[in-house]
């Protein structure tokens, strides 16, 4: 059974930076498997933030590049995101999910159960 | 990128079936059939309910379909149940851009 669970602080200074890490049970990252980072705003929809592959190759959302970088730690089955220049429009619930094998294709069938971040002084 | 277009809301009684959908462009659902559907109830996290615009993940029941014709993708779910009631939200793959983009998202009441 794959699980994923955020952590992090839950609550971050504006133009400070946003820093999750996601721990993965029940699966090897190291297997080619795409796993990334989506968010959700209070009462809004959901937002694609990017995807990085075993190999270190990631991938963002256009809006977000310049301010977000995605890592994996094959040796501790764990990846991260970090979220430079965060603003109260970065509050918001972000969760961690495991995308398709091989390729991006906005398959996310694992996801963990989320972790909301504040922005606020 | 612009999100992808959904109603907002959608109602239908017990039993009947309703259909949400899902509108892009020949860059994102009309490319691939890399479309997929979410279903989300309040506070948790969204369950994937169709993948690769009609497969059906195991354990997701077979009232929940999933079509697409041109640029515009469709959820129906019949038979509709009270624990239907719902967000749902679709996704798509960009080609040429490597990136994923969601629908706005659409509201299920169960009447």
């Known amino acids: 059974q794959v699980q994923l669970q955020e952590s992090g602080p839950g609550l971050v200074k504006p133009s400070e930076t946003l820093s999750l890490t996601c721990a993965v049970s029940g699966y090897s990252i190291s297997s080619d498997y795409y796993w990334g980072w989506i968010r959700q705003p209070p009462g809004k929809g959901l937002e694609w933030i990017g995807n990085?592959?075993?190999?270190?190759?990631?991938y963002y959302n256009p809006s977000l590049r310049g301010r977000v970088t995605l890592s994996i730690d094959t040796s501790k089955n764990q990846f991260s995101l970090k979220l430079s220049s965060v603003t109260a429009a970065d509050t918001a619930v972000y969760y961690c999910?495991?995308?398709?094998?091989?390729?991006?294709?906005?398959?996310?069938?694992?996801w963990g159960q989320g972790t909301l971040v504040t922005v606020s002084s | 990128q612009s999100a992808l277009t959904q109603p907002a809301s959608v109602s239908g009684s017990p039993g009947q079936s309703i259909t949400i959908s899902c509108s892009g462009t020949?860059?994102?659902?009309?490319?691939?059939?890399?479309v997929s559907w979410y279903q989300q109830h309040p506070g948790k996290a969204p369950k994937l309910l169709i993948s690769d615009v009609g497969n059906r993940p195991s354990g997701v029941s077979n009232r929940f379909s999933g079509s697409k014709s041109g640029n515009t993708a469709s959820l129906t779910i019949s038979g509709l149940q009270a624990e239907d009631e719902a967000d749902y939200f679709c996704?798509?793959?960009?080609?040429?851009?490597?990136?994923?983009?969601f629908g706005g998202g659409t509201k299920l009441t169960v009447l």
């Open positions: 996704s798509a793959y960009i080609s040429g851009a490597t990136t994923v983009v």
């Open positions: 990085i592959y075993p190999s270190g190759s990631a």
């Open positions: 020949s860059s994102d659902i009309g490319a691939y059939r890399y």
């Open positions: 999910v495991r995308d398709s094998q091989y390729a991006i294709r906005a398959l996310f069938d694992y």
